[in-house]
């Protein structure tokens, strides 16, 4: 899966964008405050049709703009693909269009163009609380399986339909969507606990390949009969007292949590920063191994200041994890070319005030 051309008008503090995209990917340099963030976000818009930072489309249009209109082209398994998507302001509308035709729904365009991105705030993956995982968790599976966001999405709607009913102290109309969480509670469970299975020790390999010389663990926690349909009954009797008493389900995958441990301690707690930013991307690149195993093909990696507060040695190993000149593009971001490590060999192109420009464009003739 390859980027060839992003197009863009009205996006943020971009300048009307239309920019062919090298192989590779590369590298886009520029002061803060310039746009470097805003053309990963870009880039990114496509895999969910929604701000890769949480903001509302109405916040990416640019100040005076009526809306915002962007568009990928890129090729996968050796066919030409091109996604546009166009929001406007008046009436908060939003348009999808995949190769001409338009989609009635967000979930049929998603997967099309996959892409993996890595901001600073994602550390919070690992220093943050468990919703920032479990929702890291349920993107990468939904992403990577449009039955696990079948699932997701139905066990979500009855678990809300369940919690209305609780705040009502209706409890024999809060038990009958009991039978819809146990099915598809017990799929989302079951996805979940078998990720973590195979990518743990990935995960693990990871962080020892990044330079982390501590031990590291990387686990599910979670009730595990919750994987089987039979074993709700049990879980969602023993709680049901409470559950009334407080207005919400207390036994489900909505409480879980993904552990990551450095020793004996949770890294969150025990971990420097430089840990903490290290385990963030390697979970970050296991999200990327897990889309290529999906679907046969890798993501183009996005990368926010990756390389700042990693020290020379963690930042040579990182570009060698990158898998740099094989299947990926990474796009990277920097706001000095001495910030990022040598072995990253990529074109470079300015980012200053909004637009966006090979390097040699800017340089003095």
Request: net charge neutral.
């Amino acid at each position: 899966m390859r980027a060839v051309r992003i197009e863009a008008s009205g996006f943020r503090n971009l300048a009307r964008l239309d920019l062919a995209l090298p192989p590779g990917g590369a590298v886009f340099l520029g002061h803060n405050g310039h746009g470097k963030t805003n053309l990963l976000e870009l880039l990114y818009y496509p895999v969910l049709y929604r701000s890769v930072r949480g903001a509302r489309d109405a916040d990416l249009v640019q100040f005076g703009e009526p809306g915002f209109h962007v568009a990928i082209e890129f090729e996968r398994h050796h066919r030409a693909v091109r996604l546009e998507a166009g929001y406007l302001t008046a009436g908060r509308r939003k348009r999808l269009v995949a190769d001409g035709a338009e989609a009635e729904r967000v979930s049929q365009s998603l997967g099309e163009w996959l892409a993996v991105a890595f901001l600073p705030g994602d550390v919070s993956l690992v220093s943050g609380g468990a919703s920032e995982r479990r929702q890291f968790l349920d993107r990468t599976l939904a992403l990577a399986d449009p039955g696990y966001l079948r699932a997701l999405r139905q066990y979500r709607g009855a678990l809300m339909q369940r919690n209305a009913a609780l705040k009502r102290q209706e409890a024999d109309t809060a038990a009958a969507f009991d039978p819809a969480l146990a099915r598809f509670g017990s799929a989302v469970v079951t996805a979940r606990m078998a990720w973590c299975e195979q990518y743990g020790p990935s995960w693990t390999d990871t962080c020892n390949a990044l330079g982390e010389s501590m031990p590291v663990k990387l686990q599910y926690r979670g009730r595990a009969e919750l994987a089987s349909p039979e074993g709700w009954a049990g879980a969602l009797a023993a709680n049901r007292r409470r559950d009334l008493a407080l207005g919400m389900t207390h036994a489900g995958p909505h409480r879980d949590d993904l552990t990551l441990a450095l020793g004996a301690a949770p890294l969150r707690v025990a971990g420097s920063t430089g840990q903490q930013r290290t385990a963030a991307i390697a979970l970050k690149l296991c999200e990327r191994d897990t889309f290529e195993a999906a679907h046969g093909d890798a993501p183009a990696l996005l990368l926010d200041d990756v390389f700042a507060e990693l020290d020379s040695e963690r930042q040579d190993r990182l570009a060698a994890r990158l898998r740099l000149g094989s299947a990926p593009q990474v796009f990277v971001t920097a706001p000095r070319p001495e910030e990022l490590p040598a072995a990253l060999d990529l074109p470079i192109y300015r980012v200053i005030q909004g637009s966006v420009a090979p390097q040699r464009e800017w340089e003095p003739v």
